[in-house]
């Protein structure tokens, strides 16, 4: 018998808007399965990172409908769906230790004490630290690494849906292609639900899917593009012409929507 996979997202004509002149979405309309990578690519102020909060449901659309496992984001967050959200910033609380700021979201959620050092633990090796820089503060730490306590932060809780919201834009190219290929082998293990907001077309390439293309302000999805390549994604791909190939048609359709 052939599996099928299970809508997780969906939005219907969901469209936002922040005042009468100051519409950031319009007809946004797209579903993305149970434990799949898809990454949002568009020109700068099309409303991405809009609609990441409103799957997070930091906000609520101001039409249309948005679902979350059939509930509203708010509703998700509250019930049994876990979603986690990683922003621009590591956003890390410098009174804090590494541990402690990973603690957070155990706390916020109530999550028994006894289980906090094992959650912890685990984080902390999915994405490449040790004990001894669980100690630190983040003065004490270089911006890759404060990047991936920020990862770590969220993935404590094991969320069912994992929102990046631009995570690696400030570092280095050699670093953010290092934590791409962090994040897709952790991905490939626990596969959550991810949506990545990026600028990135080689980044969006590498570890997606499929792409969604946004149009210009007011932002709305303009065309899906599946990406053939299999997991996992070694550093090699990055050379191989149809992964050129790939990158070039997505950059001059972008192009295109940005006139």
């Given at each position: 018998?052939?599996?099928?996979?299970t809508?997780?997202?969906?939005?219907?004509?969901?469209?936002?808007?922040?005042?009468?002149?100051?519409?950031?979405?319009t007809?946004v309309s797209?579903s993305?399965?149970?434990?799949?990578?898809v990454?949002?690519?568009?020109?700068?102020?099309?409303?991405?990172?809009?609609?990441?909060?409103l799957?997070?449901?930091?906000?609520?659309?101001s039409?249309?409908?948005?679902t979350?496992?059939?509930?509203?984001?708010?509703?998700?967050?509250?019930?049994?769906?876990r979603?986690?959200?990683?922003?621009?910033e590591?956003?890390?609380?410098?009174?804090?230790?590494?541990?402690d700021?990973?603690?957070?979201?155990?706390?916020?959620?109530?999550?028994?004490?006894?289980?906090?050092?094992?959650?912890?633990?685990?984080?902390?090796?999915?994405?490449?630290?040790?004990g001894?820089?669980?100690?630190?503060?983040?003065?004490n730490?270089?911006g890759?690494?404060?990047?991936?306590?920020?990862?770590?932060?969220?993935?404590?809780?094991?969320?069912d849906?994992?929102?990046l919201?631009?995570?690696f834009?400030a570092l280095d190219?050699?670093?953010?292609?290092q934590?791409?290929?962090?994040?897709?082998?952790?991905?490939?293990?626990?596969?959550?639900t991810?949506?990545?907001v990026?600028?990135?077309?080689?980044e969006a390439?590498?570890?997606?899917?499929?792409?969604?293309?946004?149009?210009?302000?007011p932002?709305?999805?303009?065309?899906?593009?599946?990406?053939?390549?299999?997991y996992?994604?070694e550093?090699?791909?990055?050379a191989n012409?149809?992964?050129?190939r790939?990158?070039?048609?997505?950059?001059?359709?972008?192009?295109?929507?940005a006139?």
């Amino acid at each position: 018998m052939v599996e099928t996979q299970t809508s997780l997202i969906e939005a219907r004509s969901v469209a936002m808007s922040f005042g009468p002149a100051q519409l950031a979405l319009t007809h946004v309309s797209t579903s993305i399965q149970t434990g799949e990578f898809v990454a949002l690519l568009g020109p700068s102020g099309c409303g991405k990172s809009t609609l990441l909060r409103l799957v997070a449901g930091l906000m609520a659309p101001s039409e249309g409908t948005l679902t979350v496992g059939g509930l509203t984001p708010e509703n998700a967050r509250r019930g049994t769906r876990r979603v986690a959200f990683v922003f621009q910033e590591p956003n890390l609380l410098p009174w804090r230790t590494v541990a402690d700021n990973i603690r957070l979201p155990l706390e916020l959620q109530g999550v028994p004490r006894t289980e906090h050092s094992a959650r912890i633990e685990q984080s902390l090796r999915l994405i490449g630290l040790t004990g001894d820089d669980s100690r630190k503060r983040p003065r004490n730490l270089s911006g890759g690494m404060r990047m991936r306590v920020s990862l770590a932060r969220a993935l404590v809780i094991q969320p069912d849906v994992l929102l990046l919201d631009e995570p690696f834009a400030a570092l280095d190219d050699v670093l953010r292609q290092q934590l791409n290929e962090e994040l897709v082998r952790i991905w490939t293990r626990h596969q959550w639900t991810g949506l990545f907001v990026t600028h990135n077309v080689a980044e969006a390439v590498f570890l997606s899917q499929r792409v969604l293309v946004m149009s210009k302000r007011p932002g709305t999805i303009i065309e899906e593009i599946s990406v053939p390549f299999a997991y996992p994604r070694e550093p090699g791909l990055r050379a191989n012409l149809e992964f050129a190939r790939l990158c070039g048609d997505l950059s001059q359709r972008l192009r295109g929507v940005a006139q």
